[in-house]
């Protein structure tokens, strides 16, 4: 039953007490309802005639627009009223994907437009993985005494489709000082093309190391170095302990997505630039490895053990190893001798602490990339979890390490270009 089908419920239902029973007072008190039933009968809500627009405000500017897991998306929802008359109570809602979460403002609105006028809703999302396709908006216009309404579901113009992709294809290393695929230059002398220093002559020198120019002004020997070059491996260390399955909360990825997206954009630049790059998967006593490569079975293998990471699974392709023991000795066991570390990891703990010393004192370059998920909450527990992961991340930087710090309010790919132009230097 309706609420004009209520009031004339009523209405009858006094009216016909007070004539049974002789009660004037009965009959007036059906004046208030039927005054209800008549204004309900005058209001008719107006058609809501308006025309939406939806916009994304992303980085990445593609035919379909994308961003980065957990990146945050500005969603502009634009209504302007068609019709030639006032709007006096125009709501809408917009058709988020039910998987995306709105983190800050709302996809609602409630407007009085007048003709040719226009409102607009703005919201932040947060993405997700994945192809995620917006639905049409609902809309719902009010008459003045707000008893008659009319919803509709209305088509949206603009965008629609937006992609959450774990990589892009250009993101640049620095190669600045670096004509050779696959080899780095070092702050050592030795062979080279790159001029390093001029030293005293010492016996067993080459003759065409020998600086003849100064020979011939001051008769004195000395030996010109240049800088070294040597081939380097760049392994993408991944935490994949139960730890950085924490997430800052319940509306925001887990610390595990956002370091293995990054782990899959470093290690796709680095591989594009001719660096041989492997993955290795640090856990608390199972460790799955992709030995460094170029070629297209490293790419596949990579990517598979990448995947199974993110989702938590033992499922991965065939070409992936596994080790097994206590971390701080199996890790450096896995990695090449000429190896260049990049290890993702959340520290909020001081296990990658102790697994960096132990890097450093077998001599192999680290850089660090941590997602910070501890600093932004407000209570007591979570000011101190944020105050111990900036110790943590200090301890690291005294190791002589490179730390990239990446706060969530930067975006992927700004965090990233810190990371690969390191690989040159560290």
């Not at 053990?305 to 097994?324: F, K, N, P, Y």
Request: charged share 25%; proline share 6%; net charge negative.
């Amino acid at each position: 039953m309706n609420d004009n089908q209520w009031a004339v419920s009523v209405v009858l239902a006094l009216v016909g007490v007070g004539v049974a029973t002789g009660t004037p007072f009965l009959v007036g008190l059906a004046v208030a309802p039927l005054s209800f039933v008549a204004a309900a009968g005058f209001d008719t809500a107006p058609k809501p005639a308006v025309e939406l627009t939806r916009e994304f405000v992303t980085a990445h500017e593609t035919e379909v627009k994308t961003g980065d897991p957990g990146e945050r998306i500005t969603v502009n929802l634009t209504l302007r009223n068609t019709a030639s008359y006032p709007l006096t109570d125009i709501r809408v809602i917009d058709g988020v994907p039910t998987d995306i979460p709105v983190v800050s403002g709302t996809p609602r609105g409630c407007y009085s437009l007048g003709p040719d006028e226009t409102a607009t809703i703005e919201y932040e999302i947060e993405l997700r993985r994945g192809e995620h396709a917006f639905r049409d908006a609902t809309v719902r216009s009010r008459g003045p005494s707000a008893v008659g309404q009319q919803t509709e579901t209305k088509p949206v113009a603009g965008d629609a489709q937006l992609g959450c992709l774990a990589f892009v294809d250009n993101v640049p290393i620095d190669q600045g000082t670096n004509d050779f695929a696959g080899q780095i230059p070092t702050n050592d002398g030795g062979n080279g093309v790159e001029f390093y220093s001029v030293r005293d002559y010492e016996p067993g020198d080459s003759v065409r190391s020998i600086d003849w120019r100064r020979y011939a002004n001051s008769r004195e020997l000395a030996t010109v170095e240049f800088r070294a070059e040597r081939a380097t491996r760049v392994v993408c260390l991944v935490d994949s302990r139960r730890s950085q399955q924490r997430a800052p909360s319940d509306d925001h990825l887990p610390a595990l997505n956002l370091i293995v997206a990054a782990a899959e954009r470093t290690f796709d630049a680095v591989i594009d630039n001719g660096y041989p790059t492997g993955v290795v998967s640090l856990n608390n006593r199972s460790h799955r490895f992709v030995e460094p490569g170029t070629d297209g079975q490293t790419r596949t293998t990579a990517t598979s053990l990448l995947d199974a990471i993110r989702e938590q699974t033992e499922d991965t392709e065939q070409h992936v190893q596994t080790r097994w023991g206590e971390p701080l000795t199996v890790i450096p066991s896995l990695l090449p001798s000429n190896a260049q570390v990049i290890l993702f990891s959340s520290f909020i703990d001081d296990y990658p602490v102790d697994l960096v010393k132990q890097l450093r004192e077998h001599g192999y370059p680290v850089c660090v990339v941590s997602p910070d998920i501890a600093t932004g909450r407000k209570d007591t527990a979570g000011r101190l979890t944020a105050i111990q992961r900036r110790t943590r991340l200090t301890e690291t930087r005294q190791t002589g390490s490179h730390v990239v710090d990446w706060d969530m309010g930067d975006p992927i790919g700004i965090v990233l270009n810190k990371v690969v132009s390191e690989v040159s230097h560290i």
